[in-house]
């Protein structure tokens, strides 16, 4: 059976299942790729058949396919790639832990799509001063991988208000920058620092009521001690 009736993109990751004509899984089938001007691979599907193969980022690539197995029959078949112009999209962006802590590592999850070649990579800017300055991060799928779900591990950060950029490519080149006012985050200072110089105020008050109370019962005792010595 043809295993590649669905379009296929420049750069697209291509997962497919090998089966006979009877529609049985073909379990370590061989597939050789080749192209007209005489690009080739061999790639193996597993034990159950699934075979995953990236084509090169080149739109209108005729490639002939021809596939074996074992007590298979050679089959042979051909696709041409089609042209990816569209650009990677941003689906959604969380925090972990949800109110971020100075004292955790900080996790922002970025989910991207694209649909035809995939995504490549894709890149963060973080900064706490409007970007005059910012930290880089990078995340990136392998040829033979094909996630959505890229999680950045910020590390602890100190309190404060930051603000990120994301940047999404895909295996095409296809590029796209996502800046939105709504794309910050806040790390509240720890409750330490409020109750700190409370705790400060507190004491000096304690201990100025001490003093101011210990002088009186001096001036007290004083005066009781001088009315005896007038009696003796």
Same mark, same amino acid.
Request: hydrophobic share 30%; glycine share 6%; proline share 8%.
């Given at each position: 059976m043809n295993?590649? =009736?669905d379009p296929v993109y420049e750069g697209q990751l291509i997962s497919t299942t090998l089966r006979d004509i009877d529609g049985d899984i073909v379990p370590y089938g /061989?597939?050789?790729? /080749?192209? &007209? &001007?005489?690009?080739y691979r061999t790639v193996y599907a597993d034990e159950e058949g699934s075979v995953d193969f990236r084509v090169p980022a080149q739109e209108n690539e005729i490639y002939n396919i021809t596939i074996t197995g074992h007590n298979l029959i050679p089959s042979y078949f051909s696709f041409e790639t089609k042209a990816d112009d569209t650009k990677p999209k *941003? *689906?959604?962006? =969380?925090?972990?832990?949800? @109110?971020? *802590?100075?004292t955790k590592n900080i996790y922002l999850n970025i989910e991207a799509y694209d649909n035809n070649s995939g995504i490549e990579s894709v890149f963060l800017l973080l900064s706490n &001063? @409007?970007?005059? @300055?910012?930290?880089?991060y990078e995340l990136s799928n392998s040829f033979e991988q094909n996630e959505n779900l890229f999680s950045f591990n910020l590390g602890r950060l100190k309190a404060?208000?930051?603000s990120y950029s994301i940047v999404i490519r895909d295996y095409a080149n296809n590029t796209y920058s996502y800046n939105n006012d709504n794309f910050k985050f806040t790390i509240a200072k720890p409750i330490i620092d409020y109750i700190f110089p409370i705790s400060i105020i507190l004491v000096v008050g304690v201990v100025g009521i001490s003093i101011i109370v210990v002088y009186k019962g001096l001036q007290k005792y004083s005066e009781i001690v001088r009315k005896i010595s007038e009696k003796i």
């Open positions: 295993p590649f =009736t /061989r597939v050789h790729f /080749r192209t &007209d &001007d005489g690009k *941003l *689906l959604e962006i =969380t925090t972990s832990p949800r @109110n971020p *802590l100075i &001063d @409007n970007f005059e @300055n910012y930290s880089f404060g208000e930051f």
